[in-house]
């Protein structure tokens, strides 16, 4: 039976350490719903192609003290884990209960016989347990008769069960054993309750004798609290793995409404799998839920409540996923569809957060619905023992390492929270020792958390022959499959040893890591070594090369291979061990270690040339704000802002126009009243008559007159308009900055300044200012009224005497 003591906790009397460790490691291998251990069978055990099945019954409380509503919620959950179930070898049956108090009335309804839970079974589960709200007819008393039940419940799970299958009972209900009112129990009242209970402890006595759990769940106010744990613990109290939570428990809930979310606990909890809460929401809307990494089996349950309310499923990736079939690497089914409960089923779902999208007709979208995840995590344990072929009394290291079907490396301690590891090595000659494995850091362990176990265990003296070497893991959500590592005792200094190590550790899908054999050849005749690969991932589609080695008699030679990578290979830990065995010794395994290996995605366009792109982005930026610098300040140096026109009649002023438009390229104005005495500048326009326009030209100013003929602005000059009248020009700045006052530094005697940009000072009569240098730049004048700047060649115009002439950087 799978619930026996290991043979090793039998065997092994050595001690209370020895003991606690060949009870973890039975446990691990006994777990009723894993299969036996590897070291008990005369043969390897397969990997498991999924779950290990289950025989559960549901046994709802269907008596008339149950509301329309709560009986509801009770057909709910009883469907939700039908459907959630994860194996498809697993058998559920459903069953109501009451009491039987007078003539025609039963204290127990079948509506869902053993059913096993492959597609048609879940789909059938989903519509037998709809049953449980149909009251007629059914000829249920009012009264609460648990011995009826779970007899009933036992002899269905006898009569379709295999005897190593694990047995499991769910009981639902919202009261206290109540027979008072049953004939079958005894005369009166009170002599009835006393039966009951009676035959309720010769029920509970079968249940731990067939190795039968039962796990009660009581909601409302009504409920006898030490009845449910007396249930529980009167039962089968082996768990699925030697982990408290496998236990069975009672659990109470305030009201029908958490009787779905309880149960499905309490069923995780059963079968060793664990249930990641999701979110609520009306439809329409989305739902989300989060499978981890570790998980190799899930079901994605949706309690919908209202079955006109349709689900549609998202991977992690975005994409919609089939309902049924195959699908990047995982398989789906649903069923449920047409119910209040919908259930995805999922072998090897990609690990992230799914999304479901909720929607529904008009007057169906009052109910929210709730999405949970129930999944377990099947891994595969690859243990190595070094040496490989160890002598009697010599001390060796076991490794062990987990991985998933897909072949992908455990390599997070948080997935496995509560991880118990432990491996045994059996063989001739001796009784089984058995190995706590640790992921301290400690001893053999090279580093904490890394989730590589590693121990230390020395090779009893008297073994003879083959050895044998199985690990074994218990955690809460994971069971392991047993791969035993054999090999045999050498009698002395082995023929062939070998030592592999890897040079690279990072691979792109499609490319290849190189390594290193070392292998040395103490025998008189040559060794052909083969280099193989286990318990590798097959999407990964591993090849390594040479395939064989062959080292001469008392050589030592070191030899590259190459691992070559699929390009489908997933991303992550690669899994796997790198083999090497003797083909001359009859194919012993005389070295091996892990591919530690990381395959990251290949690189992308962008990330092979981003520093091209981002180069020339950056290239092409300089050169665009180049082209818009030289634009702008060929803007500023043409503009002639700032630029003060003076009208002039025999050196003296007659009146001046400013331009203060910012880069004005033409300036247009007229002369008012020329022939008057006090003649006039104002501004115009390309219409306004006799209008003159000024604009720049290359280095110096034109000039055009209202007769179409332009005459260049000369340096040091007036240009003639006419009327013996003069235009001369001054001001300006240099392009983007306009001097202030302060900047301006008056000569003595006041009058007009002069510039000295590259057109010189005022254009017009020359005062009696210090000659400046050329084009204005020239020595600091010593001015006879006092210090100015320095001097252009024209002096102060006008009336203001010989002042210092204001040097002008003119824009023009």
């Known amino acids: 039976m799978p619930y026996d003591t290991a043979p090793a906790a039998a065997r092994n009397r050595r001690g209370a350490h020895r003991a606690t460790v060949a009870a973890l490691t039975a446990l691990c291998a006994a777990v009723p719903l894993g299969p036996p251990p ?110 009826a039940a779970l007899t009933q419940a036992l002899t269905r799970l006898r009569e379709s069960g295999t005897p190593d299958t694990p047995k499991v009972v769910f009981l639902l209900t919202d009261g206290k054993l109540n027979v008072a009112d049953s004939p079958a129990y005894g005369a009166d009242a009170a002599a009835r309750q006393q039966e009951g209970a009676k035959r309720l402890r010769e029920v509970l006595d079968r249940a731990r004798r067939e190795h039968v759990q039962i796990w009660p769940l009581g909601f409302g106010k009504g409920i006898d609290k030490k009845a449910l744990q007396q249930m529980a613990d009167g039962g089968y109290r082996n768990g699925c793995a030697d982990l408290p939570g496998a236990r069975p428990r009672p659990e109470v809930v305030d009201g029908a409404a958490d009787v779905d979310k309880a149960l499905q606990s309490a069923f995780a909890a059963a079968r060793c799998a664990r249930v990641e809460e999701g979110t609520s929401s009306k439809p329409p809307g989305d739902l989300t839920v989060t499978i981890p990494p570790i998980a190799t089996d ?123 590891a432990a491996a045994q090595l059996s063989g001739d000659g001796f009784e089984p020792v058995d190995v706590p494995l640790r992921d301290d850091g400690a001893g053999p362990d090279e580093r904490a958390g890394d989730v590589l176990y590693g121990a230390s265990v020395t090779v009893p003296k008297s073994a003879t022959g083959a050895l044998r070497l199985t690990g074994a893991i218990a955690a809460p959500g994971v069971t392991g499959d047993r791969r035993p590592y054999d090999t045999r005792v050498s009698s002395g200094a082995a023929p062939v040893a070998a030592g592999v190590t890897l040079e690279s550790h990072a691979v792109h899908p499609g490319g290849s890591v190189t390594g290193k054999l070392v292998a040395r050849n103490n025998d008189s005749r040559p060794h052909t070594l083969r280099l193989g690969l286990a318990d590798q991932s097959t999407q990964a589609a591993l090849r390594i090369s040479p395939a064989t080695v062959t080292v001469a008699p008392g050589a030592q030679e070191p030899v590259s291979f190459t691992v070559s990578f699929g390009a489908g290979a997933p991303a992550g830990d690669a899994g796997g061990r790198i083999t090497v065995t003797d083909r001359t010794d009859g194919g012993r395994e005389v070295g091996s270690a892990f591919l530690t290996v990381t395959v990251t995605p290949a690189p992308t ?87 003159y326009r000024l604009r720049r030209k290359g280095d110096g100013l034109r000039l055009r007159g209202p007769d179409g003929k332009e005459q260049a602005v000369p340096r040091g000059a007036a240009a003639k308009l006419g009327h013996d009248l003069e235009l001369s020009v001054r001001g300006g ?80």
């Open 605 to 691: 366009w962008w990330d092979r040339w981003w520093w091209a792109v981002i180069g020339g982005a950056g290239l092409l930026l300089a050169g665009t704000a180049v082209i818009a610098i030289r634009v702008w300040y060929g803007g500023v140096r043409s503009s002639l802002q700032g630029l003060v026109l003076e009208l002039r009649r025999d050196g003296r002023f007659m009146g001046k126009l400013e331009v203060r438009e910012a880069r004005a390229k033409a300036v247009w104005f007229s002369v008012r009243n020329p022939s008057s005495e006090r003649p006039g500048l104002q501004r115009g326009n390309a219409r306004t008559a006799q209008a």
């Open 298 to 420: 899930g079901s994605i349950t949706v309690t919908k409540r209202d079955p006109r309310v349709t689900a549609t499923y998202y991977d992690p990736k975005g994409r919609k996923v089939p309902l049924q079939g195959d699908f990047d690497g995982s398989r789906f089914e649903v069923s449920g569809q047409d119910g209040p409960v919908e259930a995805l089923r999922v072998k090897d779902p990609l690990p992230g957060r799914w999304r479901v999208h909720l929607s529904a007709p008009e007057g169906h979208r009052d109910q929210p619905a709730t999405v949970r995840a129930i999944w377990q995590g099947v891994l595969r344990s690859s243990v190595t023992l070094e040496p490989s072929a160890p002598r009697p009394g010599e001390d060796v290291v076991v490794r062990m390492r987990l991985q998933t079907r897909r072949g992908v490396v455990i390599t997070d301690p948080g997935q496995l929270a509560g991880v118990r």
């Open 733 to 812: 700045n240099r392009p983007g900055r306009e001097r202030t006052g302060r900047e301006r530094r008056p000569g003595p005697s006041g009058g007009a300044r002069d510039t000295s940009g590259r057109f010189g000072g005022l254009i017009g009569r020359s005062g009696t200012g210090a000659p400046g240098g050329a084009n204005g730049r020239g020595r600091r004048g010593a001015s006879p009224g006092g210090t100015g700047r320095p001097a252009g060649t024209g002096g102060a115009g006008g009336s203001g005497g010989s002042g210092g002439a204001s040097g002008y950087d003119s824009a023009f």
């Open 38 to 147: 590897a070291w008990a069978a005369p043969t390897p055990t397969a990997p498991s192609a999924g779950p290990t099945p289950v025989d559960f019954s549901v046994v709802v409380d269907a008596s008339a003290s149950i509301g329309e509503e709560a009986l509801a919620r009770e057909a709910e959950a009883a469907a939700l884990i039908g459907q959630g179930e994860l194996s498809e070898r697993s058998r559920a049956s459903v069953i109501g209960f009451g009491s039987a108090e007078k003539e025609g009335q039963q204290p127990v309804r079948e509506v869902c016989p053993p059913t096993v839970v492959d597609a048609a079974g879940r789909q059938r589960i989903s519509d037998c347990a709809r049953r449980l709200t149909d009251r007629e007819g059914t000829n249920l008393g009012p009264g609460t008769d648990f011995p």
